[in-house]
């Protein structure tokens, strides 16, 4: 680039002194990289590490697998298929999300407690005009879940509200909440539509929404009647007292009364006729199923009434009752508690994959069917008490579920829990309507309870038709069609 002159600084006359060569690029020799090369700066460059998600240990067979045989749900094959499809919303934030929705529920449902005292027309009103999404997800006719859908509603908007204020990137938290909010369809469409669509869309519209008990399962927010005012309150736990004590009572006859007998003379009768090992443990299995139901769910009723009575001795201990009826009280709660009955859980029952004896499976059938036949016969025609009945009835129930189980070995299925299952609804019902004079006892208690929990909503029905009549809102005649029918 130099002139003639060979100066330390050169002075150009023209561009035609300037020389300018471009660099030549590599060869395409140069350029290409083989797998030796890329195993090399894979292993030198300290920068490059490798991914952390299953997809470099979770080679594909050389083989191939069937996903629907080979794969499980939680195979790092099946993992590595899926791993886009992961949601955006982590378990840790959710759980961030609904522990904040459920605080802000409980608050919104304290002050919205006022609007019980108002009529439906009025609630939904202030529905339409604070929060109109409340109507997908009730839109009945019954003020307190009127309220608590208002309130749940009005709890996720203030979710949303603090949520994205508080957070650092404001779109991610946006997505986070969509995907909170879609689990449930309606919650999503309450949410997400707009306002003035809901209310476009909700007018004219006659379809009813009922859907406020589902979001409160999904969601794991409790559905307390206590929160707000329940002028029946008294008579449903009377209901609830009633029918825990006759199920309490229902099931222990299951699992060591007069019920248990049945069954277990009839299992030892059954027994004595077959021979196949197999067969017996299908038979022992189904009857210990059965106990087994019977001693769980008479455990979670016993659970239900101790806390029924502590709220009670709690209640009484407020008014200053005297201690004569705490004790009597306390020894309920003692009762249910000792009454319990440990049964061990029954194993899973493996079938053989071929039948040891087919014919012994026939004849056994047929001897079932011919002693439930026989067992109807003395039923129907003798003239038996209380007791003798339910015992009979049990035993022709023992040996219809056990000529299914028999269908179900010959068939080569395990159905047993499903026998067993339908043998313990059939005992709870015939038990429940039998005439032993300490459960009639039981469920007239549970009949009257029920009796009086109607009778006051109906009063308390009249009462309201007969202040709508006085203040000229509803008519003589429409008030004499109601009156008829609600009896």
Same mark, same amino acid.
């Given at each position: ?33 083989d797998l030796d090369d890329l195993w090399e700066i894979h292993t030198s460059e300290p920068h490059i590490t490798p991914l952390e998600d299953p997809g470099i240990n979770a080679p594909l067979p050389d083989n191939g697998f069937d996903p629907l045989r080979d794969v499980s749900e939680n195979s790092p094959q099946n993992i590595l298929a899926n791993r886009g499809s992961t949601d ?78 508080? @957070? ?176 061990? @859980? ?19 059938n047929q001897f079932l069917t011919s002693a439930s036949r026989q067992l109807e016969k003395y039923l129907n025609s003798e003239n038996l008490g209380a007791e003798a009945k339910l015992a009979l009835t049990c035993e022709i129930y023992a040996l219809l579920c056990f000529r299914d189980c028999c269908a179900t070995i010959m068939a080569g299925e395990n159905k047993i829990k499903d ?69």
């Amino acid at each position: 680039m130099f002139n003639k002159t060979r100066t330390l600084f050169p002075a150009y006359s023209s561009l035609d002194d300037v020389k300018v060569a471009l660099p030549k690029p590599p060869s395409r020799a140069e350029v290409a990289r083989d797998l030796d090369d890329l195993w090399e700066i894979h292993t030198s460059e300290p920068h490059i590490t490798p991914l952390e998600d299953p997809g470099i240990n979770a080679p594909l067979p050389d083989n191939g697998f069937d996903p629907l045989r080979d794969v499980s749900e939680n195979s790092p094959q099946n993992i590595l298929a899926n791993r886009g499809s992961t949601d955006a919303l982590s378990l840790e934030t959710f759980n961030l999300l609904l522990q904040s929705a459920q605080n802000l529920y409980l608050r919104n449902v304290e002050e919205q407690k006022h609007l019980l005292s108002a009529s439906v027309g009025e609630i939904k009103s202030e529905i339409e005009l604070h929060a109109p999404g409340a109507f997908l997800i009730y839109n009945g006719a019954n003020k307190d879940l009127l309220v608590k859908a208002l309130a749940l509603i009005l709890s996720f908007e203030q979710l949303s509200d603090q949520y994205v204020s508080n @957070a650092t990137f404001e779109e991610t938290a946006k997505t986070e909440l969509i995907a909170f909010f879609k689990i449930s369809p309606s919650v999503r469409e309450a949410m997400l539509l707009p306002d003035h669509m809901i209310r476009q869309n909700l007018l004219g519209n006659t379809q009813v929404f009922n859907n406020l008990l589902d979001v409160f399962k999904i969601y794991g927010i409790s559905e307390d009647s206590k929160l707000l005012s329940d002028e029946f309150k008294d008579f449903r736990e009377a209901l609830v007292l009633s029918d825990i004590e006759l199920n309490m009572a229902i099931n222990k006859e299951i699992v060591s009364g007069l019920a248990h007998q049945a069954l277990t003379n009839c299992l030892n009768q059954v027994l004595q006729n077959v021979s196949s090992r197999e067969t017996k443990q299908v038979l022992k299995s189904c009857m210990e199923n059965v106990q087994h139901l019977a001693n769980s769910s008479f455990a979670s009723l016993s659970d239900k009434y101790r806390q029924l009575i502590q709220n009670i001795k709690h209640e009484l201990t407020q008014l200053g009752i005297d201690p004569h009826t705490l004790r009597k009280l306390a020894q309920k709660e003692a009762l249910a508690s000792q009454s319990q009955i440990s049964v061990i @859980a029954p194993k899973p029952l493996e079938l053989g994959s071929t039948l040891r004896n087919p014919s012994e499976l026939r004849e056994l059938n047929q001897f079932l069917t011919s002693a439930s036949r026989q067992l109807e016969k003395y039923l129907n025609s003798e003239n038996l008490g209380a007791e003798a009945k339910l015992a009979l009835t049990c035993e022709i129930y023992a040996l219809l579920c056990f000529r299914d189980c028999c269908a179900t070995i010959m068939a080569g299925e395990n159905k047993i829990k499903d026998c067993a299952r339908n043998l313990y609804d059939a005992l709870r019902e015939e038990i429940r309507l039998c005439e032993i004079p300490h459960l009639r006892i039981l469920s007239n208690n549970v009949e009257i309870a029920e009796k009086s929990l109607h009778s006051a909503q109906v009063s308390r029905t009249i009462d309201l038709l007969n202040k709508a009549k006085s203040e000229n809102t509803l008519s003589d005649k429409k008030l004499e069609t109601l009156t008829k029918l609600l009896g």
